[in-house]
């Protein structure tokens, strides 16, 4: 317990001062993980949208692929990615492994089935005959897609924070792909652990402290907006 | 253009169907050879659950395409992959369920004609109009969530007739309702068609709606129009056995024409001979076919005094089905006859099941359908 309390009362203080490394990190991750989710949200919203309203031979099998996505291992996503942009491998050209780029890479590739899923969901759970009434009022295709998202817009921000909340907690991928390099790939998770196995305890949970804070703060804004379209 | 092309379009009717069929997954759920509905009228369909009245809808409204067969718009066929949005867009629909979007009664009653990108200043006029006729200007600012069932639907109405549509379309659209919120609207609705003549497209199961709006009715069962006519020629005179069980007709007796002199018919049924006014020809087989407010009930013994109809038939009352003010009696006279009586007249004749009573009618009573 001493551990933890002497632990926590450098963190609060490490993070007080403002510490710079800390909070680069930090910065870095978030940078990294909202960019892998804006990303995914590009991938997976139209892709959901067109799963959950069409139907074409090999549907479910797509839908079967994009509910498996959605638990995939960071470690198997980090393991594919790093032999892609290995340098002999077949992206190893764009010299992109060991950047943050490829993390946001491997991110992309863990929040997309989780957007794609929960967007098909979101959009199912709406009434089927509304969109025969927006057609049924002179809606083009676009139009409808737009009135669909815009009525499945609590569900969707549901969909954003797992994107979010599963890519700014990963590790496996992050550090795989990134290396962990000092000031260039270094994030909240790779640091924590590294802290840890060097047993700077009050670090690795300053880290922590900042990671939960970050996921909690994304959240909070995302849950605000939804509840707001909820409100009267 | 030709002067006889020209008034081919002009007096074209605004909506046709020609060769229609619809299959889904093989089986055939509307086949409707052809029909045509002229410009101002107020077609009502009816027809019991699931006999293809919301695919025809869905058709009429470009909503769906037939399997078979074409759409005409104003005498122009509709191109399954042609302009379907610009053609759409001169219609509105109304479903059963109100299908509001998030947001306040506002934004649902102009949402057609934002989509269509009208200007401001016509918005506005056009929903003040609109939410005024429909009674809901006070309910602009709601939140359609928390509107009951019947503002709902009244907002879904004027969403529609905001768009001043060239056809309205209307599947079921009180079925949802309480009785007094469905009786309110629909003498709304029926003012606003009097007076804006749109043509309309009204699909229920319920006869009394189809009375209330149509100045046409069209009779669907099995996805096929069985009659077409003005409402009381079909509640009157029902083209088969079909049509006049789903109007109202609870007696339809088999016979056959056994003699006609002076425009009168002896047509036997059962034992009983009945006269009917109707020009048959001896021999020929025949369904007569009674509505319950045709009959009238007398107590045994008093008929020859109090009634002139031709026909008078003894029987026993077997069951008794209040309706409201109405008692729907069913009377065995070696035939099932059914009679409409009002509460009071059951009172006053002292009727009861199993009484002996005599139901008598009128020659000119029956409608007579010719059988194969």
């Given at each position: 317990m001493e551990l933890i309390w002497q632990g926590t009362k450098q963190a609060i203080l490490l993070l007080l001062r403002g510490d710079p490394e800390v909070l680069g990190i930090a910065l870095l991750s978030l940078q990294v993980s909202g960019t892998a989710t804006l990303l995914s949200l590009l991938v997976g919203i139209p892709l959901g949208t067109v799963l959950a309203l069409t139907r074409f031979p090999g549907r479910n099998f797509a839908m079967s692929l994009v509910n498996t996505g959605m638990g995939l291992p960071p470690v198997v996503v980090g393991l594919f990615v790093t032999i892609f942009l290995w340098?002999?491998?077949?992206?190893?050209?764009?010299?992109?492994?060991?950047?943050p780029t490829a993390i946001v890479i491997a991110q992309l590739v863990i929040a997309a089935p989780i957007v794609t899923g929960l967007t098909v969901a979101a959009v199912q759970?709406?009434?089927?005959?509304l969109r025969l009434q927006l057609v049924g009022l002179g809606a083009s295709r676009l139009q409808v897609v737009w009135l669909l998202l815009k009525e499945a817009r609590l569900p969707l921000l549901a969909a954003v924070m797992a994107g979010f909340g599963a890519v700014i907690s990963e590790i496996g991928a992050a550090i795989m792909?990134?290396?962990?390099?000092?000031?260039?790939?270094?994030?909240l998770t790779t640091a924590t652990v590294l802290e840890t196995s060097k047993g700077n305890f009050d670090m690795a949970i300053a880290l922590s402290l900042l990671l939960l804070f970050l996921a909690f703060a994304v959240n909070w804004a995302l849950t605000w907006i939804q509840q707001r379209g909820r409100a009267s | 253009m030709d002067p006889a092309a020209r008034e081919g379009i002009l007096t074209a009717p605004i909506l046709a169907l020609e060769g229609v069929k619809v299959t889904y997954h093989g089986a055939l759920v509307l086949d409707v050879p052809s029909f045509e509905l002229q410009e101002g009228r107020t077609l009502a369909i009816i027809g019991?659950?699931?006999?293809?009245k919301s695919t025809f809808l869905r058709l009429l409204g470009l909503l769906e395409a037939p399997t078979e067969g074409r759409v005409l718009f104003r005498g122009r066929p509709v191109a399954?992959?042609?302009?379907?949005l610009s053609l759409r867009r001169r219609m509105a629909s109304v479903f059963q369920e109100p299908l509001l979007i998030d947001g306040t009664v506002k934004d649902n009653v102009s949402l057609g004609l934002r989509l269509r990108q009208t200007d401001r200043a016509e918005v506005s006029r056009r929903l003040q109009d609109w939410m005024g006729t429909l009674g809901i200007r006070d309910l602009a600012?709601?939140?359609?969530?928390?509107?009951s069932g019947g503002e709902a639907q009244r907002v879904s109405l004027a969403r529609a007739l905001v768009l001043e549509p060239e056809v309205l379309l209307l599947d079921e659209?009180?079925?949802?309702?309480?009785p007094p919120t469905r009786e309110g609207l629909l003498a709304d609705l029926k003012v606003i068609l009097c007076k804006t003549r749109i043509t309309t497209i009204l699909v229920t199961h319920d006869r009394d709606e189809a009375l209330a709006l149509g100045d046409q009715v069209a009779v669907m069962i099995d996805g096929r129009i069985l009659q077409m006519d003005a409402p009381e020629r079909v509640f009157v005179?029902?083209?088969n056995e079909v049509v006049a069980r789903f109007v109202g007709v609870e007696t339809i007796l088999p016979g056959h024409v056994r003699g006609v002199s002076d425009g009168l018919a002896d047509v036997e049924v059962q034992g009983w001979t009945l006269q009917v006014a109707a020009t048959l020809t001896p021999g020929e087989r025949v369904l007569v076919c009674l509505r319950p407010e045709e009959v009238t009930l007398f107590p045994k013994g008093t008929t020859a005094a109090l009634s002139s109809a031709r026909n008078q038939l003894h029987g026993r009352v077997v069951r008794h089905l209040p309706t409201g003010p109405i008692y729907r009696v069913t009377i065995d006279c070696g035939v099932l006859l059914v009679a409409a009586v009002t509460r009071q007249s059951w009172e006053e004749l002292d009727l009861a099941d199993g009484a002996e009573v005599v139901a008598s009618f009128k020659a000119t009573a029956p409608h007579v359908i010719h059988r194969a």
């Open positions: 340098r002999s491998g077949p992206l190893g050209l764009l010299e992109l492994l060991y950047t759970q709406l009434n089927p005959r792909v990134g290396g962990n390099i000092y000031r260039q790939t270094r994030v | 019991p659950n699931g006999a293809g399954p992959r042609g302009d379907l600012k709601r939140r359609s969530r928390t509107l659209p009180f079925a949802a309702l309480d005179t029902p083209v």
